[in-house]
Nanobody, 126 residues
Framework: VQLVESGGGLVQPGGSLRLTCAAS????????ITWLRQGPGKEREAVSY????????DYADSVKGRFTVSRDNARNAVYLQMNSLKPEDTAVYYCAAKSMRPFGFISLGPIQYDYWGQGTQVTVSS
């Protein structure tokens, strides 16, 4: 069972990146995937999630209108499209999976996840 993030890098303010969270060893249908980030000197925060069973999503206020989370059924993956990036978006971005069976609960608050990826660095700088 593995989650692997990719797509991070260096981008100028106002630019875009798309992160990928690819799952192997399990299918995402019964899970929610959350994207979290931890910037330098900051606490880790959840920025978005998607519930794969019904497609529901949520976003932190800091990224609402700029970030979009989506899934790719064929690749068993989840994407985070990040537009209008700001220097304060600089962080290591992680994806984490939470089972939604039998009675799952997901939020952007602190919860326990079943699986984590290793993280990918996003740096927004001119």
């Amino acid at each position: 069972v593995q989650l692997v993030e990719s797509g991070g890098g260096l981008v100028q303010p106002g630019g875009s990146l798309r992160l990928t969270c690819a799952a192997s060893g399990f299918t995402l249908d019964d899970y929610a995937i959350t994207w979290l980030r931890q910037g330098p000197g900051k606490e880790r925060e959840a920025v978005s999630y998607i519930v794969l069973g019904d497609g529901s999503t949520d976003y932190a206020d800091s990224v609402k209108g700029r970030f979009t989370v989506s899934r790719d059924n064929a690749r068993n993956a989840v994407y985070l499209q990040m537009n209008s990036l700001k220097p304060e978006d600089t962080a290591v971005y992680y994806c984490a999976a939470k089972s939604m069976r039998p009675f799952g609960f997901i939020s952007l608050g602190p919860i326990q996840y079943d699986y984590w990826g290793q993280g990918t660095q996003v740096t927004v700088s001119s």
